[in-house]
């Protein structure tokens, strides 16, 4: 089985928030930076925040990341090998570390992807296209 990238291969990702991401094409793979659309992703996937590393918090996991230093994830149901956090600590390090949440937009009928990518925003600079974007 091959497993495709989250981050694709075209050059222009759409960027999403609250007010765009109902009317984005199922199946798209989007960026945002907007905590709503980030919970809602979250929620619908029974997601939570979490972290590998030491913070102020608590001590680091034993599971090593190699993420870019960025420390957080997600825990899901069953599969929760990171250390829980609160939103608020989940969302500072996204903010300190300039980061944008990259994932799949959910296509009806499918079981929705739990697949997601946090992405130094320098990284995303050239490849959201604007006229994408509301």
């Not at 925040?49 to 825990?75: L, M, W």
């Amino acid at each position: 089985m091959t497993i495709r990238s989250l981050l694709p291969d075209i050059k222009l990702i759409r960027e999403v928030d609250r007010h765009s991401e109902p009317g984005t094409p199922a199946g798209s793979v989007v960026v945002t930076d907007d905590p709503e659309v980030i919970r809602k992703w979250a929620r619908e996937r029974s997601a939570e925040p979490a972290t590998g590393e030491a913070t102020g918090s608590g001590p680091a996991t034993s599971v090593h990341v190699k993420d870019g230093d960025a420390g957080i994830r997600f825990n899901y149901p069953g599969v929760g090998s990171f250390r829980p956090i609160s939103w608020d600590e989940w969302f500072d390090n996204f903010r300190r570390f300039d980061l944008m949440f990259l994932y799949e937009m959910a296509t009806p009928g499918a079981v929705a992807s739990s697949r997601y990518r946090l992405v130094p925003r320098a990284t995303m600079r050239d490849r959201v296209d604007v006229s994408l974007s509301d």
